[in-house]
């Protein structure tokens, strides 16, 4: 089948290769499935939590709620038949270090599949790939619901209540001055060492899928807007010149921050006397505290409360300055009156976003010399500023959103607590959505000039943000200038004449007239090259192809003269 054949089909996009698209989703969700399970696994690993209860319905349970799930404990207390003993548990948080494998994972191989169909993709296959990994992941889901649930059993000797009367082999509670005071204490006491807390949890389905849906969905959202050499469907051109250079530019200085936690939380481990515990807190929370600390480093208010055990799992000033006052809102400058380090949070954070607005100047072309509007160094940076200020608007709720934390346990026996604790963590989001728009915009604007004065504007921008995609919808999977219908490349070899190469531009500036016209026989130009004039003559000392042979050439003394007749058994020269 030739070339124009296979153009109008691309761009009918009536033919979707399904086994091809079928494929590359069960690729990406596998892997990324695998790279949560493995992440949730080793975390509980390292954290201790197999010794409670079984590692495989706690790492189905843990993937679920990174995947946007929602998992509802349970529980039940008896003591000796004694009524009135109940056990309630609710959990609010997603795992976020769990959630950024599942991403990672997922969105390199389903742009992998993209960046392997073609220079342009029709929009029916991109809804086709994209789908395909959608309803596969909601799938998978599914089956993560039916096997995360599982009960846990504790008892009072296993909390060490048992120490209490001397029954775990002990001396029981001693007293200076008093000794061994086990034997007065109630009965109750006793019945509670041999109480059994069964603690359940269980994957909620129905959430779960819905939860996956949009996490799947959204992933594959961001991905599409922030790598910036994915094909897209003719038309979307703004998207690779206008969109994707800040989108990248945030989502890079956010990995960047994750890096730089999981290394904080390495050199944390290797001074304490409980490494594996750092180390699994970091591996499935590091982008929680990460995150968290972004908001607040852009001055974003927050509402949070801590109550009893789980105050401890915060950092500290967080963690004191929530014991003392919860009726106000936490904001740098709070946390900064009770540890003026934490200033430096602060400073960490407007260095992110002076970072990002370096790198989106970097990866925003810069307008030529014809584009009148907006040129020159202020120009530039009010496009950045603008750009940025729109991608940082929403992306700086969505930090709060996913950080937000939400825990609240309790266990009570006959009425008495016997263990009460809680966190609560909410970020404002109309405030952060004001505060990321002018973090972003400032950002954008002096790292635009900043990347101006020291000549990187535009330097990282790519081909499809220059508008030097394929200049025709006939390029298609497999069309890179080569006519696969004839059976030979559409360039020099064929007999048409080759433009001389731009080495300042870094580019070819097109072909000739006659391979133009070669192109256009097809309908359209074939390739990801545009036809053009040269820009200047050819010449044969510079372009081997328009030199004679040295085997062809003829003496100069046996050319015939201008005017004179050829000789009839005179061989006609190369140049004639």
Not at 197 to 209: E, I, K, Q, S
């Amino acid at each position: 089948m030739g070339a124009g054949t296979d153009a109008e089909t691309a761009r009918s996009g009536a033919r979707v290769p399904w086994g091809d698209v079928l494929m590359s989703a069960v690729a990406a969700v596998s892997w990324a499935l695998i790279g949560m399970a493995g992440t949730a696994a080793l975390g509980l690993r390292l954290l201790e939590a197999d010794t409670a209860g079984s590692l495989g319905p706690m790492t189905a349970a843990v993937v679920a709620l990174g995947a946007g799930g929602s998992v509802t404990p349970s529980g039940d207390v008896s003591a000796f038949g004694l009524t009135g003993a109940e056990a309630d548990t609710a959990i609010e948080i997603t795992p976020l270090g769990v959630s950024l494998v599942g991403a990672v994972l997922l969105s390199y191989f389903f742009l992998r599949s993209l960046r392997a169909a073609g220079v342009v993709i029709s929009p029916a296959e991109l809804l086709a790939r994209a789908g395909a990994v959608v309803a596969l992941f909601v799938a998978m889901l599914g089956g993560l619901a039916w096997a995360g649930h599982d009960v846990i059993t504790i008892d009072g000797g296993a909390l060490g209540l048992d120490d209490l009367t001397g029954g775990g082999g002990g001396d029981g509670l001693e007293i200076p001055g008093l000794g061994d005071i086990g034997g007065l204490l109630p009965d109750r006491i006793g019945d509670l060492v041999d109480a059994r807390a069964a603690v359940g949890f269980t994957v909620d389905t129905a959430p779960t899928l819905l939860g996956g849906l949009g996490w799947s969905a959204g992933i594959l959202v961001i991905a599409l807007l922030a790598s910036r050499r994915t094909p897209l469907p003719r038309g979307w051109e703004a998207v690779h010149r206008v969109v994707r250079p800040a989108v990248s530019a945030v989502v890079t200085v956010l990995l960047v921050a994750v890096a730089a936690g999981l290394a904080a939380a390495a050199y944390a481990a290797a001074g304490d006397d409980h490494p594996r515990r750092i180390a699994g807190a970091a591996l499935l929370g590091a982008p929680n505290g990460v995150w968290l600390g972004v908001p607040i480093g852009l001055l974003v208010p927050w509402d949070g409360r801590a109550t009893g055990e789980l105050a401890r799992l915060l950092p500290d000033p967080l963690d004191d300055l929530l014991a003392v006052r919860s009726d106000q809102p936490v904001t740098l400058g709070r946390l900064a009156e009770l540890d003026g380090r934490v200033w430096l949070l602060g400073v960490a954070a407007a260095l992110m976003m002076l970072l990002a607005g370096v790198l989106a100047a970097a990866r925003t072309p810069v307008p030529g010399p014809a584009d009148v509007r907006g040129s020159g160094a202020l120009g530039f940076a009010g496009r950045c500023a603008l750009r940025l200020g729109v991608v940082t608007a929403p992306a700086l709720p969505l930090l709060a959103w996913l950080t937000d934390v939400s825990v609240t346990a309790s266990l009570s026996v006959l009425g008495f607590d016997a263990f009460g604790a809680g966190i609560e963590l909410h970020g404002h989001l109309g405030m952060s959505l004001l505060l990321g728009a002018v973090w972003g915009a400032g950002a954008g604007a002096v790292g635009a000039l900043l990347a101006w004065a020291s000549g990187a504007a535009g330097r990282s921008a790519t081909a499809l943000a220059r508008g030097e995609e394929a200049a025709g919808p006939g390029a298609s999977r497999g069309q890179t200038g080569y006519d696969a219908g004839a059976g030979h490349a559409a360039g020099p070899g064929a007999g048409t004449e080759p433009a001389e190469y731009d080495a300042g531009a870094g580019r070819s500036e097109g072909w000739s007239a006659a391979g133009a016209g070669r192109a256009s026989s097809y309908g359209e130009e074939a390739g990801p090259y545009a036809p053009g004039v040269p820009y200047r003559p050819p010449n044969p000392a510079t372009n081997p192809y328009l030199r004679v042979p040295d085997e062809l050439r003829e003496p100069e003394d046996a050319r015939p003269r201008p005017g004179e007749p050829r000789a009839p058994h005179e061989p006609r020269s190369g140049s004639d």
